[in-house]
């Protein structure tokens, strides 16, 4: 049985799974941000790194020049320190031949390469000097200067293998880092995303079990907000279809022992007349007078029951139509003039003549009908019920009104008594039928025609239930 309510469920599953669309999500977002971090990398900190290099080259040269003007004899001591930073500066002669750094390695007096010199020659332009240039895996800068009475070059030489050595070391330390994090964010997903879809399933499961009828489950997950709002929703998805399933057992219940009263009573006084009152007039007439009014109230509990059925599916339309609504009222209130004078009730009335509204007249006759039944059943001792139909000084709306003299409503029970299958649990006599479904099928008309209507009651002090209609002219009754 559930297996097979699960596989109906299956089917209409959407079939991208959460867990693996987290996971694709995360995983790019960091593999973009990883791909994001190198580049930047690559683009200010490689580059910004040769940079300084080359200032670096060029500021010696600057220096080294500068000594030679001045202090010609330093430059040997100066070429040294130089080359504790890993920056080598040789003078040249025209040659190419080193002049400084003098007494070291045997360099001294050695020609560098011609391809070289000829290289930094043209790069060297009419004020004497080269700008920095690449050669090889070096950069290098070179100016023209005198020394000792002859043409020399200073030449800077600056290695970038140590420089390109330390970007691709920092280059593996960010892969490293980068595939850490690519590796931890997909864990991290993971369990994340395992966390919310078992939060998720629970809730599935447990909503399963609610389909199958059972009312106890509860929906409790809170990690977070949203989660916790969708378990309160459920929750009270729950309690609602619980109320609505109570409702209907005990209508049902209510609606069969209304059935069984009438049906006990037709078969009782029937078999009167057949064994006692059959030859007897006067008893005949009146035990068949009450085998009619029993059947009469059994008609209006099955309408009731088919009325309300059919208005809330709104299988039913709504007829506009302009009638006499004047009419309308009387012809009802002579419907219950059986109450006036076989029962001792007073209907006092107070309506204006000839009011026209627009709606559908049906249906209106049976809000009204509902209206005057339940003042009638529930007005005081004095068994009297005002009735009055009044127009507005404007002549636009009509107020329809029925005031009952009984015990009222209590300010808890006001909203309740339009929902379906509300009655106040409560025996008593009453000359009308009720299933509890009268005020329902008021509301659910009324709120059809979108007509204002409400009920002013406070315990101990009757109740008065009143329609607005719209009010329209008696001609266009003619017309339409
Ligand atoms: P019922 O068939 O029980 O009268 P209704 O839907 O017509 O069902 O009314 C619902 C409930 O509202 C009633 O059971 C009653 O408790 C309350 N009620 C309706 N009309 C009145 C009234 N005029 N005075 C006091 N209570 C009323």
């Not at 202090?71 to 070429?79: A, C, F, M, T």
């Not at 003078?91 to 050695?110: C, F, M, N, R």
């Not at 790069?123 to 800068?141: C, E, L, P, Q, T």
């Not at 619980?242 to 006990?264: C, G, M, W, Y």
């Amino acid at each position: 049985m559930r297996s097979e309510k699960q596989q109906k469920l299956k089917k209409i599953k959407n079939p991208r799974s959460i867990n693996l669309a987290m996971w694709g999500y995360f995983c790019l977002l960091a593999f973009i941000l990883v791909l994001l971090v190198e580049l930047v990398f690559y683009i200010v900190v490689a580059g910004t790194f040769e940079d300084k290099a080359c200032e670096r080259v060029d500021g010696i040269c600057a220096e080294a020049v500068h000594e030679i003007e001045v202090n010609p004899n330093g430059l040997n001591k100066s070429i040294f320190r130089y080359r504790n930073e890993g920056v080598n500066v040789f003078l040249l002669d025209e040659s190419g031949k080193i002049i400084l750094p003098a007494q070291i390695d045997g360099l001294t007096g050695t020609v560098i390469d011609g391809d070289f010199i000829n290289t930094m020659k043209t790069r060297i332009g009419a004020d004497g000097m080269a700008d920095v240039f690449h050669y090889g895996s070096d950069i290098m800068k070179a100016q023209k200067v005198g020394y000792m009475g002859e043409g020399a070059y200073v030449l800077v030489t600056y290695s970038l293998t140590i420089v390109h050595g330390t970007v691709k070391t920092l280059q593996i330390y960010l892969i490293i880092v980068g595939v850490i994090v690519l590796l931890g964010s997909l864990l991290v997903t993971y369990a994340f995303s395992q966390k919310l879809t078992r939060g998720l399933k629970s809730m599935s499961d447990t909503a399963v079990k609610l389909a199958e009828g059972d009312y106890t489950v509860k929906f409790t997950n809170a990690d977070y907000t949203e989660m916790a709002q969708l378990s309160d929703t459920l929750n009270y998805v729950r309690d609602e279809v619980k109320k609505s399933e109570d409702f209907q057992r005990e209508i049902l219940a209510n609606v069969s022992h209304d059935l069984k009263t009438p049906l006990t009573m037709i078969k009782a006084y029937a078999s009167m007349i057949k064994e006692i009152s059959g030859d007897n007039k006067e008893k005949r007439e009146k035990h068949l007078q009450v085998i009619i009014d029993e059947a009469d109230r059994l008609t209006g509990l099955v309408n009731d029951v088919l009325s309300v059925s059919k208005l809330q599916s709104n299988i039913e339309e709504i007829n506009f139509k302009v009638f006499n609504l004047t009419e309308l009222v009387y012809g009802i209130i002579n419907r219950f003039g059986y109450l006036q004078e076989s029962q001792g009730y007073n209907l006092m009335v107070d309506i204006d003549k000839d009011l026209y509204t627009r709606a559908d007249e049906e249906k209106i006759s049976q809000v009204i009908y509902n209206l005057l039944g339940n003042a009638a059943n529930y007005t005081g001792k004095d068994k009297t019920v005002y009735i009055s139909l009044k127009a507005d000084l404007d002549g636009k709306r009509i107020k329809f009104s029925v005031r009952d003299t009984g015990k009222g409503i209590s300010k808890e029970a006001l909203p309740e008594i339009w929902d379906r299958y509300y009655r106040v649990k409560e025996n008593h006599q009453r000359p009308v039928k009720g299933t509890g479904l009268g005020l329902n099928i008021v509301k659910v008309i009324l709120q059809n025609h979108a007509f204002d209507f409400g009920v002013d009651s406070a315990l101990g002090e009757g109740s008065t239930f009143w329609v607005d209609f719209p009010a329209v002219p008696a001609e266009i009754e003619l017309t339409e």
